[in-house]
T-cell receptor, first 113, second 107 residues
Framework: NAGVTQTPKFQVLKTGQSMTLQCAQDMNHNSMYWYRQDPGMGLRLIYYSASEGTTDKGEVPNGYNVSRLNKREFSLRLESAAPSQTSVYFC????????????FGPGTRLTVT | GEDVEQSLFLSVREGDSSVINCTYTDSSSTYLYWYKQEPGAGLQLLTYIFSNMDMKQDQRLTVLLNKKDKHLSLRIADTQTGDSAIYFCAEESDMRFGAGTRLTVKP
């Protein structure tokens, strides 16, 4: 039982490049989330998926797209990366769309130069 | 938007109690949370409290909630070096987190 896994762990992009961050969970959770963590700002919610087939914007969705591929997988896409998107990205999942008992992945450290 | 605020740093001696404070602005939150983040890792839920409770105790952890002042605190009794981490408070209604308090425990 791996919990929440994220790939890649680290990534360096040039401005304007695109990439997809992958997230998978094996806990049969209904809800999945993408957050970004910046120094001194805590976590901010980018997008979430309350259940398979639905996605909703969080606090900071601009510049990102998401896909809930199936119940297990929730990907985050940067179409044209910008230096302001340099951050650590965390995926999380929970049984239902409430925060308690959210399980977090180990994070992806992304640098955009 | 609504905010969740915490002080950024706290340093204590091993064996002392630590108190980490948090204020929030959204009074509609049903749950308030404390998470712990160790270096290089994701967040781990430590404890949570329902908004109709004043206090919750869980082993060395005590959470106090003052709804009138919108103030939440986490007390760690007998703080150990293994408690050194960043602690985040969060509220449920907007899924907002504070900036995190870095707790340093000195031997």
């Amino acid at each position: 039982n791996a919990g929440v896994t994220q790939t890649p762990k680290f990534q360096v992009l040039k401005t304007g490049q695109s990439m997809t961050l992958q997230c998978a969970q094996d806990m049969n959770h209904n809800s999945m989330y993408w957050y970004r963590q910046d120094p001194g700002m805590g976590l901010r919610l980018i997008y979430y998926s309350a259940s398979e087939g639905t996605t909703d914007k969080g606090e900071v969705p601009n510049g990102y797209n998401v896909s809930r591929l199936n119940k297990r997988e929730f990907s985050l896409r940067l179409e044209s990366a910008a230096p302001s998107q340099t951050s650590v990205y965390f995926c999380a999942s929970s049984v239902y769309a409430v925060m308690y008992e959210q399980y977090f992945g180990p994070g992806t450290r992304l640098t955009v130069t | 938007g609504e905010d969740v605020e915490q002080s950024l740093f706290l340093s204590v001696r091993e064996g002392d109690s630590s108190v980490i404070n948090c204020t929030y602005t959204d009074s509609s939150s049903t749950y308030l949370y404390w998470y712990k983040q160790e270096p290089g890792a994701g967040l781990q839920l430590l404890t949570y409290i329902f908004s109709n409770m004043d206090m919750k105790q869980d082993q060395r952890l005590t959470v106090l909630l003052n709804k009138k002042d919108k103030h939440l605190s986490l007390r760690i009794a007998d703080t150990q070096t293994g408690d050194s981490a960043i602690y985040f408070c969060a509220e449920e209604s907007d899924m907002r987190f504070g900036a995190g308090t870095r707790l340093t425990v000195k031997p």
